[in-house]
Structures are given as C-alpha cells and as structure tokens.
C-alpha cells in the first residue's frame, strides 16, 4: 500500500462526519446475511470484522447472534459504531488499525470485511486474515458497485458537473452493467492460503431526494478531499440538476458483491 500523502488523507476523510456517514450510506441487503450463514458461518460464531465504520454490517450481524469483535479506524466512527450496538454484549469495538492490532490467541470463524477491505495494506489484509482464522474458516469481503440503472439521463448529465469541478474525472466516463464488473479474486489465490472464492452479487434500487443524494455524496472520500470552491460548484451542479430535471428526486442503482473463500489447512 502506497504511503502517500493523497492515501492517507482519503482513508481518514470517513472519520471527518461520522455522523453523516450513519445517516446516509446505503445498508447492505438482507440476503447477503442469508448467504454467509448458507456458506455454514451461522449464529454464535466467533466473527472479526474489519473496517466496521458506524457498523451498518455489524448491526446485522449482532441481531443475528453472532459474537463479533469489530476492529475500527476511526475513532468517531467508532464512538457512533458503540451506541448503535449499545444493546449486544456479544459485540466488541476495538478502535486501532486493523494493520497494526494484535490478533487475539482463539481464532475466528469468520473474518469479514464490508466496503473496507480496499483501505488496508495490500501486503498484509489477506494473510491476516488467513492468519485470524480457524482452518476452514471463512474471509468474506464485500464491495458496493454505482452501476447502470436507476435515473440514467440523471446520471449522465452528471458527468459534465464532475468533468466541470473535478479535474481528475475520465472524460466521457458512463456507468457500468453490472455484468461487465468482473469477479476479482486474483490475491486470494496469490496468497495460496484459501480455496476457491466463491462470489454472490445483489442489484438495488435506492431512492434519493436531492438533499439525501448531496449527504451520500459527501460520504465519499473522492469527494470530501476536493477542496471548499470546486466542491461546493460540483454540489451545487449535481442539485440543480436533480432540482430542475428530475422533480428534486433520483434513484441510484447499486450492486453489492460479497465474495467468500475457506482457509487452507
């Protein structure tokens, strides 16, 4: 992972407005929670997650009897992932880099990580994990895709906001189908410490006002590291759109992919 100023600034823009984050960012689906506990990972297992933010998986995760211990940056984030768990003495929030936080000596059942795994160290996430794992425990990792659907004539006038305000933007750059996102699990087997990955996808709609549209946004790293003028330009570009084309309402079609595999030995 690269030390880079820019990187590490993006990787604590989600602590700036914890708050905002908890309030805003999707949930994940239901059916994904179906699917971990269908791969033999069921109530009562012993779960690392990492990078839980405000714990929108965790929460999940908790109501469904699983004993988690959820390893955060952030210390906001963390602060706000405690009062929504207030209620399960099955959950613990560690506030530490995951890089850098000892593994305890009984190892998990699951380690899982949802919409994080890409911050952490790429010489060190997957054999960490490997490392925090029972044999034949799971990683799962999970990642949310903006692709093609919803409000498309919406999302396509948007690009010339972002072409506008955000130098660093690919002209011409058009959403995705979700069939054209291929499935990556290249540094598992790398790493030669898990079996085969096995990958389920879920496509949704989400409904936006254009307040509630502006809020997401500025959950984004790409977004919060602009700076004040070309950030406020770019959000007021992306309203008067909504506000003036679309009736001040837009839907956002998303694609959650969770992607699984059993440690070796």
């Known amino acids: 992972m ?37 791969a033999g990972v069921g109530p009562g297992a012993r779960v690392l997650e990492i990078g839980c933010g405000t714990g929108q998986a965790t929460l999940p995760l908790a109501e469904r009897g699983y004993r988690v211990v959820a390893v955060e940056l952030g210390a906001d984030m963390a602060a706000v992932a405690r009062r929504n768990l207030a209620g399960f003495d099955s959950v613990t929030v560690v506030t530490a880099a995951f890089e850098d ?3 305890p000596a009984v ?36 990642s949310t895709h903006h692709i093609a659907g919803g409000t498309d004539a919406f999302f396509a006038a948007a690009q010339r906001c972002y072409e506008t305000w955000d130098p660093a933007t690919p002209p011409g750059l ?7 996102i291929g499935e990556d699990a290249a540094e598992l087997v790398a790493s030669q410490r898990f079996g085969p990955a096995e990958f389920h996808r879920y496509e949704w709609d989400q409904p936006y006002s254009t307040a509630e549209y502006l809020d997401v946004l500025m959950t984004y790293s790409g977004h919060r ?41």
């Open 2 to 38: 690269t030390d880079s100023a820019d990187y590490v600034k993006l990787r604590q823009t989600f602590n700036e407005d914890a708050e905002r984050y908890d309030r805003a960012r999707p949930r994940y689906p239901t059916r994904m929670f179906d699917d971990l506990a269908a």
């Open 225 to 265: 590291a602009l700076p004040d003028a070309p950030r406020s330009g770019l959000l007021n570009c992306i309203a008067g759109l909504i506000d003036g084309d679309h009736g001040g309402h837009i839907v956002k079609r998303y694609m959650t992919e969770l992607r699984f595999a059993r440690r070796i030995g």
């Open 107 to 142: 190892p998990f059942d699951l380690v899982l990580s949802a919409t994080a795994f890409h911050w952490i160290d790429p010489a060190i996430r997957v054999g960490k994990s490997a490392d925090a794992l029972r044999p034949g425990g799971l990683l799962a990792t999970v």
């Open 174 to 180: 058009r959403l995705e189908n979700a069939d054209a």
């Open 101 to 103: 936080w000892p593994l």
